[in-house]
């Protein structure tokens, strides 16, 4: 279990219940952010730290790869974008980098979870396009 902190700042310029439920939903989406933000980065530095299984390359499909930084990326969520970065490796023999980790496999090359995905779908094809672009973009 890992433990992940965070700190908040509350308006003090609320005045009425609609407010403070906007301020609310606000606070909550960032929060969701911040949290998969953070559990990002804890899973990123994990899997760049263990170095104890090696992994293919893609490209010529040796193991002899070794870790080559990160590379930033932004993951379109129900709540927004989330930034983090994905670890790199980089392969000896043929010198090419790339990422093979859990997080950008589950991604299938796309920044855009499946939760999101189902949404945008949902809505394209229930409401008029720019009804739909609204709410989503």
């Not at 530095?45 to 893609?58: A, G, I, V």
């Not at 080559?68 to 989330?82: D, E, I, Q, S, Y």
């Not at 093979?100 to 229930?126: D, F």
């Amino acid at each position: 279990m890992k433990t992940i902190q965070f700190s908040l700042q509350i308006a003090d310029e609320i005045t009425s219940i609609n407010q403070l439920e906007r301020y609310v939903n606000h606070l909550g989406q960032q929060i969701k952010r911040q949290l998969l933000t953070n559990m990002l980065a804890q899973l990123g530095q994990s899997e760049s730290q263990s170095d104890s299984t090696p992994l293919t390359c893609p490209n010529c499909q040796k193991t002899e790869t070794m870790a080559w930084g990160n590379r930033a990326r932004v993951l379109k969520t129900v709540f927004g974008p989330v930034h983090f970065r994905l670890p790199r490796r980089k392969c000896r023999p043929c010198q090419q980098t790339f990422s093979l980790s859990r997080l950008g496999l589950e991604l299938n090359g796309s920044n855009i979870t499946s939760e999101l995905r189902k949404i945008a779908i949902l809505c394209a094809s229930s409401w008029p396009f720019r009804q739909a672009a609204n709410v989503l973009w």
